[in-house]
């Protein structure tokens, strides 16, 4: 699988390489479940910390639920779909068919997910932080082999900064944030994996 894959991870990158300094004040998980169902659009910059130490940066559509589009920035032309409980992986050096595999086997899968609720029994294995940032391991309980997304939230307001999604063989990857929108018009075929396909292969 190749690095954009662990993305999404599909799956120890800065703050997940160790426990975060004992805490001044956490943010409760009902006010950070309250902030990610308040929301069904973002987009925002992003910077890829990828798990063999590079680094890539791009724009990250997501229209919960389900969808996210990871758009990498010139001259690399690859791209990241989730649409239709799938994930499809274009590479930027092929004009073939994209690798593709369930969202549901992604720790991704956590919050594209049409409700947030992290007080779900066993979804959330780490709830920690500091001074400056609140810190959420979770993992989809039902399926704990797949791995864990952990997140990073700021407070005053509530905001998502970073998530570190790890997968089952422990393959790390880092998603910064930069400025976020919400509520933003993103039209379908964005995140139509079909159509991608087709305009990349030639078969418009």
């Not at 549901?104 to 049409?114: D, H």
């Not at 039902?142 to 422990?170: K, M, S």
Request: aromatic share 6%; hydrophobic share 45%; proline share 7%.
């Amino acid at each position: 699988m190749n690095r954009f894959a662990l993305a999404l991870a599909l799956g120890a990158a800065l703050c997940a390489a160790a426990p975060l300094p004992a805490l001044a004040e956490i943010i409760p998980l009902s006010r950070l479940s309250a902030y990610i169902n308040s929301f069904a659009t973002v987009r925002a910059q992003f910077t890829q910390i990828n798990a063999d130490g590079t680094i890539s940066t791009g724009t990250l559509a997501m229209k919960r639920p389900g969808r996210a589009r990871f758009a990498y920035d010139p001259p690399n032309k690859a791209l990241v779909l989730a649409s239709g409980g799938q994930v499809a992986i274009f590479d930027d050096k092929s004009n073939q068919p994209p690798e593709q595999y369930p969202l549901a086997r992604t720790p991704l899968s956590v919050i594209l997910a049409e409700r947030v609720d992290f007080a779900r029994a066993n979804m959330v294995v780490g709830h920690d932080g500091d001074d400056t940032a609140t810190r959420v391991v979770a993992q989809d309980p039902e399926n704990p082999e797949y791995g864990t997304i952990a997140l990073v939230f700021t407070d005053d307001p509530v905001e998502l900064r970073q998530w570190i999604i790890t997968d089952g063989a422990g393959q790390s990857t880092t998603v910064i944030l930069g400025e976020t929108e919400t509520g933003v018009d993103l039209p379908a075929r964005l995140f139509s994996i079909l159509q991608e396909t087709a305009r990349r292969t030639g078969e418009d």
